[in-house]
């Protein structure tokens, strides 16, 4: 994590936030100025803890807290928005025997900081989600180290329940998970899935898709925006598991690609036209070979990009754009 402030408010407290500050140095500590021993390493602070406290819980990843549980509580929860903006929230007791998650554990990431500061000062981790006490897949985080997104998360919490009372909700192909009797669904895919199935699922998105373009200097944003989505339509993909927009390398950027780029938060990725023209594909063209040295740009682009295969082959949108998608290699 990035920002972690140590909130402690009573001497014993501050012996240990300067211990945790000698074990995770990058962290900050705060506590109240009355009992300012000179150390630099601390900021000490004039204002009531009622007031620290939510300055800390609005401008950092996590927050740690050195006095009670219940005080941490009340000072916090008029402040809570909800486990995706939240930050994670940990109380440490005064002698430093408990280490709690208190809030965010799973998406904003208390349960690892918990065990992570328990191992650190021998003390004992309490972490009381149900996923982790009972060893079983937290649904909310499966993807997180693969850069996975959740499609919509509104059926998080009953799936995680399925999860939690060993409910099966995962299976290899969407047909066996279809014929199962399971009561919801983890699904994985690059693909539409199913309105029926929607409904009792939590569907993640993996960053999947490659999608090549070919295109003139002059092709415009809503060319290249209107011809993607026409693809992704037509082929039952999901433009969230769009991972970056490849192309051939120009003289000149092509500003309409640049600003689909930018507008849909993916990067572009150029080849030389001498890389592109080593890939085999499908469908070369000659008029391709005569104008850009290579006989294919969109599909050579995509597979080399990729190193994959097309799931979709060259779509021509005349007379300026053709676009082929492939599927990264696991």
């Known amino acids: 994590m990035e920002r972690v402030a140590i909130l402690a408010i009573t001497k ?4 240990i936030a300067k211990e945790l500050k000698e074990k995770f140095s990058s962290w900050e500590v705060f506590a109240p100025n009355k009992f300012s021993d000179g150390n630099t390493s601390i900021n ?9 406290i939510v300055e800390l819980f609005k401008s950092n990843d996590a927050l740690v807290c050195l006095f009670s549980l219940g005080a941490v509580v009340r000072l916090i929860s008029p402040h809570l ?17 408990f280490v709690i998650s208190t809030l965010s554990g799973h998406l904003g990431g208390a349960n690892k900081l ?3 500061i328990s191992d650190r ?3 004992t981790p309490v972490i009381t989600t149900a996923a ?10 499966v993807g997180k180290d693969f850069g996975w997104k959740i499609d919509d998360d509104s059926n998080v919490t009953k799936i995680s329940a399925f999860m939690v009372n060993e409910e099966k909700i995962v299976y290899p192909t969407i047909n066996e998970l279809k014929n199962s009797d399971s009561k919801g669904y983890l699904i994985i895919t690059d693909e539409v899935v199913d309105d029926d199935l929607l409904q009792n699922s939590v569907v993640y998105r993996p960053p999947s898709l490659v999608v090549g373009v070919g295109l003139h200097w002059d092709t415009t944003k809503e060319t290249i925006k209107d011809g993607l989505m026409r693809c992704m339509n037509e082929f039952k993909l999901s433009e969230k598991s769009i991972t970056k927009l490849v192309s051939i390398k120009k003289e000149k950027d092509v500003v309409g690609l640049a600003e689909l780029a930018k507008e849909i938060s993916k990067p572009i990725e150029y080849f030389e036209k001498e890389e592109l023209a080593s890939i085999s594909t499908p469908n070369p063209s000659k008029t391709v070979q005569t104008f850009e040295g290579t006989a294919s740009v969109s599909e050579a682009a995509a597979i080399k990009a990729s190193g994959g295969e097309l799931v979709v082959e060259k779509q021509k949108f005349p007379p ?7 599927r990264i290699q696991n």
Request: hydrophobic fraction near 40%; charge should be negative.
């Open 44 to 52: 000490w602070y004039g204002d009531n803890t009622s007031t620290k």
């Open 12 to 15: 014993n407290g501050i012996k």
């Open 320 to 326: 300026n754009l053709t676009i082929a998608i492939a």
């Open 121 to 123: 000062l021998g003390a």
């Open 81 to 97: 928005k909800d486990k995706k903006t939240d930050p994670a929230v940990i109380v440490i007791d005064d002698k430093a025997q």
């Open 132 to 141: 982790d006490v009972n060893k079983t897949i937290a649904v909310d985080l």
């Open 114 to 116: 918990t065990n992570d």
